[in-house]
């Protein structure tokens, strides 16, 4: 998975061609409506007032093709206080991307290499989309708990090996148990990216919106084949093993693993929500009303999208955030709405 997807020049997110939109592979929020990225936008300028510190850095991470960056910045520009303090960076891994990203949002941001550059920051990291395409193993329940390996035999073969000591650790510490045949992954590389956050954050929140579970619905019955999906120009499969380099390959988010493993690096949770709440507790109605009322001609063509995000989206995606060092005893507006997400 590490080397279909970031390869250097070959993996899926490291080529040229286009991967998100209507002449990719699949749409995000952003390629819907900027109505998302100004939620978005509303939810920072909030931890901006409750941190109050002169400087506040946002850091996206991943920020594909930078439309959600752009919309999240053109909402921010309206407040000019927060806008003169603020320091907007991605951590982007793809030059491709980086490139894309460049051309759309000029000055407005800068770009990093790596976390550690951000060391000791204030503000908040972000990232939509993220956690779910980072390279995972895949283990099955059998005697013991089996790691799935990838061998070739005229064509791709799975080969079983007995689990790592970490990979066994992950469940015990989620204190999951596996029935026999049960199938799944486990996303090491996620509980390193939380607890590298935990570490540069010094003070603020990290918001990571994704689809995914908890530990109680991740590990149901229903679910004993895995969450491992592929998508190549719009049509999703559960074939790793073909299309290699030309479609992107996800798996859904533990959010159980993030808030335990954030923990463990001082990220305390503030919050578990979906995308439909969230979104209706920082006033996307008021959004939709003015719009009403401004453009009331392409009143519906701008509602429609926003109503996907809602409604076919909204309880797909979750967003987790927790917080480090910071006083919020009144519930930020994006969690202030109770939805059914239960860690």
Known sequence: MDLALYYPGLGYYNSERDKIGKKGDYYTSSNLTPAFGEMLGRQLEEMWRIIREKKF??????????????????????NPEIFR??????????PALRNV????????????????ELSGMTGCVFS?????????????MEEELMEIFVDHDDGFVETLKPASDELNDYFVQLGVVLPRGFRTEVNLDALNWIYE????????????????????????DYRNRGTLMCYYRHTACDDPYKN?????????????????????SGL??????????????????????????????NY???????????MEMGETFKILIQKKEVECNNKLSCLKLQSRCKM
């Open 101 to 116: 990203q460049h051309e759309r949002l000029g000055e407005n941001v800068r770009w990093c290499s790596s976390l550690n």
């Open 244 to 264: 290699i380099g030309e479609q992107d390959i996800t798996s859904h988010v533990n959010f159980s693993a993030l808030s335990h493993w954030g923990k463990k």
């Open 268 to 297: 305390d949770l503030c919050g578990f929500t979906d995308q439909a709440h969230f979104m209706m507790g920082l006033g996307i109605d008021e959004y939709l009303r003015k719009i009403q009322e401004k453009d009331p001609v």
């Open 300 to 310: 519906w063509k701008k509602m429609l999208p926003i109503k996907t995000l809602i």
């Open 85 to 94: 303090d603020l320091d907007y960076c991605i951590v982007e891994k793809s």
């Open 128 to 140: 939509n989309e993220l956690v779910d395409a980072f390279p995972v193993h895949q283990v099955v």
């Open 57 to 78: 850095t946002v850091v996206e991470m991943g920020a594909g093709t930078g439309l959600l960056s752009l919309d999240v910045i053109e909402y921010l520009k309206k």
């Open 197 to 220: 956050l935990g570490t540069i954050l010094e003070k603020g929140f990290v918001v990571t919106i994704d689809y995914g579970y908890p530990s109680s619905e991740l590990y149901q």
